[in-house]
């Protein structure tokens, strides 16, 4: 398996404009994660899916911040307008664990889309 | 807030020496696992230890957990360059959600 798939890896915009960073899970994993990554706050958790729906988008900043998955092989996360403060690293991992107390499964992570906003 | 601090925030040894991470965190857990991070790189998992486990081995890799003081120490024996990573431990409360913790940046001196 190639593992979690990443894209872009590196995406520099001006400051308004529409990102859109999109991840392919693992074959067969059914839980998706967004995280973001920063020095100043560490590794956040954005949202995540299991079975294509959003379970918890708790962690997503604010409106301009949206995820979708619209079927078991492909997400998206979109920052719309985009801003200097959401420059970071951002995560996608997945898993093979379900929702509920008695699944806990590692998570694996992509390599990352380094998104600076000038 | 953040699940999960680690302790210390970086850490510099001797290739051969051990190395030992803490991780505290404030809320009852499923279980704990730990993750390191080379430089520009996504996080890579290394062990799960579940909260009625008290202390767990993967290779060069110990893992402990009290519970009662809401804690994990994560051990590399023998230490080597290549171990040379951020550390970060993983706590889970709802069930397959994780909060990272800050993580330990380790330096192995050749």
Known sequence: DAGVIQSPRHEVTEMGQE????????????SLFWYR???????????YFNNNVPIDDSGMPEDRFSAKMPNASFSTLKI???????????????S????????????????GTRLTVT | SQQGEE????????????AT??????TSINNLQWYRQ????????????????????????????DTSKKSSSLLITASRAADTASYFCATDVTGNQFYFG?????????
Do not use: W
């Open chain 1, 19 to 30: 990102v859109t960073l999109r991840c392919k899970p693992i074959s067969g994993h059914n």
């Open chain 1, 37 to 47: 990554q920063t020095m100043m706050r560490g590794l956040e958790l954005l949202i």
């Open chain 1, 80 to 94: 719309q307008p985009s801003e200097p403060r959401d420059s970071a690293v951002y995560f996608c991992a997945s």
């Open chain 1, 96 to 111: 093979s664990g379900t929702s509920g107390r008695e699944s806990s499964y590692e998570q694996y992570f992509g390599p």
């Open chain 2, 7 to 18: 302790d210390p925030q970086a850490l510099s040894i001797q290739e051969g020496e051990n």
């Open chain 2, 21 to 26: 991470m803490n991780c505290s965190y404030k």
């Open chain 2, 38 to 65: 080379n430089s520009g790189r996504g996080l890579v998992h290394l062990i799960l230890i579940r909260s009625n486990e008290r202390e767990k081995h993967s290779g060069r890799l110990r893992v402990t957990l």
């Open chain 2, 102 to 110: 800050t993580g330990t940046s380790l330096t192995v001196i050749p």
